[in-house]
């Protein structure tokens, strides 16, 4: 049975989060200007007013203080919170860390999720996960993973560079994945560890996140035993619990700023006018419109799908892969076309389009860049020929 019903219970949450994004986290737009992300003051005012609105964490299981969210309601909800870059920091639904909950809540045993889950759900405190290495470490083909984990007396050292690391500039704690002789396997790593320095923050076209995006050294870096996150030699394994989830969150907010971008088109278009009518009066920017609203929605239905296939247990890798190549491409073209509407208002600072198409443009990259998805889904279309 196909429904696209959304409860009573839920369309009130959407509209609650609607309202703290129109009426708390627009407004507070202005006053975030650091080079990355939100600084330390403005995001608890925004996280305490998120609580207040009872809007705080909804992805977060309930005894921890969340809102126990499944995906498929994580997919209205996390839309609305991206429609303004400060709603997900706001209501501590942002990544890195949301996948990082989700890791943890699945993966931590009862002393890591005290030390490590507990806080980063109150949003007390930000964290890492460090994965990509520069060449000729792992990128795109994690298996290229050339940071090593070897055994010490009393744990474990780990030796090797990682970068772009988003949030590690001012993180409590990296989740690093580095290879044991057993094979690739996760480490929980707290800041101020003397084996772990941040080497730099790279600059990049975008500055949402809070942190940046870093070159993380471990040189001899010493963690005890019980650092380890999951099982030794299963870090891959445990990293698809994080992979395909983390892939659609991203989605779900960034179709948040894609219908953000159209609605300054719709404005535009609907008041600007030139060779004596309106903008959305000429068939060009009609069509424009229409192919961002089909970006959306086809957007919107793939990440309910694979929602649908996370939530009945399943790996959804196909279902993820899928979302995430188209969603990461239509969301920079709604956003694209949006700044073309706007003419050179959509470039200016007047609006935000432009700081949005800066923002959306690494999503083509990270969590797999499209080509990766684009190869992964034709071989599994060429091995699944004819079933
Ligand atoms: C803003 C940002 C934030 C990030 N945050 C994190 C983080 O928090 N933690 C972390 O571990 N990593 C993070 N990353 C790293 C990200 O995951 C990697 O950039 C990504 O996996 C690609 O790896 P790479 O940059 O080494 O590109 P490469 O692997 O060198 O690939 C380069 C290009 O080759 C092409 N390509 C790759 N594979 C294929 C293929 N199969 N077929 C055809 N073409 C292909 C694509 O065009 C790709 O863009 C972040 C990256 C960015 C840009």
Redesign the pocket.
């Known amino acids: 049975m196909i429904d696209f019903a959304l409860e009573p219970e839920l369309v009130a949450l959407r509209d609650r989060v609607r309202a703290f994004i129109r009426d708390v986290a627009i407004p507070a737009e202005r006053r975030d200007r650091s080079a990355h992300g939100l600084d330390d003051t403005l995001r608890r005012e925004l996280q305490d007013a998120a609580r207040r609105a009872g809007v705080f964490a909804p992805q977060v299981a309930e005894e921890l203080g969340g809102l126990g969210l499944d995906m498929r309601a994580a997919a209205i909800v996390f839309e609305e919170a991206g429609y303004s870059l400060l709603g997900p920091q706001a209501m501590n639904c942002a990544a ?1 860390d949301e996948g990082n909950m989700h890791l943890l809540e699945v993966v931590a045993t009862p002393e890591q999720r005290e030390r490590y889950l507990i806080p980063l759900t109150a949003g007390a405190v930000r964290s ?5 290495e520069p ?1 000729p470490g792992a ?3 994690p298996s290229m993973l050339v940071t090593r984990a070897e055994r010490v007396d009393g744990g474990w050292s780990i030796t090797g560079r ?1 970068w ?4 590690a500039d001012g993180a409590a704690f990296a989740i690093c994945m580095a290879r044991a002789p057993e094979g690739a396997t996760m480490f929980l790593v707290d800041a101020g560890n003397p084996g772990m320095r941040i080497e730099r923050v790279i600059g ?1 076209v ?1 500055r949402s996140f809070p942190g940046g ?1 870093a070159e993380v050294v471990f040189d001899d870096c010493r963690v005890a035993g019980d650092a380890v996150l999951g099982d030794v030699g299963q870090g891959f394994h445990f990293a698809q619990v994080r992979l395909a989830p983390a892939r659609l969150t991203h989605c779900m907010r960034w179709l948040g700023v894609a219908r953000r971008a159209l609605d300054h088109a719709l404005h535009r278009a609907s008041e600007r006018e030139a060779f004596g009518q309106r903008l959305g009066d000429l068939g060009m920017v009609q069509e424009r419109i229409a192919q961002s609203v089909i970006d959306i929605e086809t957007s919107r239905l793939l990440i309910w799908r694979c929602a649908w296939a996370l939530d009945r247990g399943e790996p959804a890798r196909h279902e993820s892969s899928v979302a995430k190549a188209h969603v990461a491409e239509a969301v920079g073209r709604v956003v694209d076309r949006a700044v073309q509407i706007c003419g050179s208002l959509g470039v200016s600072e007047d609006l935000p389009l432009a700081r949005l198409l800066a923002e959306v443009r ?1 999503f083509r ?8 998805h ?2 992964a889904i034709a071989r599994r279309a060429l091995r699944n020929r004819g079933r």
Do not use: L
């Not at 890492?128 to 990509?132: E, L, S």
């Not at 990259?365 to 990766?372: M, S």
């Open positions: 890195p890492c996960f460090a994965m990509t060449a990128g795109s083909d990682k772009f690391i988003t949030g990049a975008d995006h690494p990259i990270y969590d797999g860049p499209t080509e990766a684009h190869w």
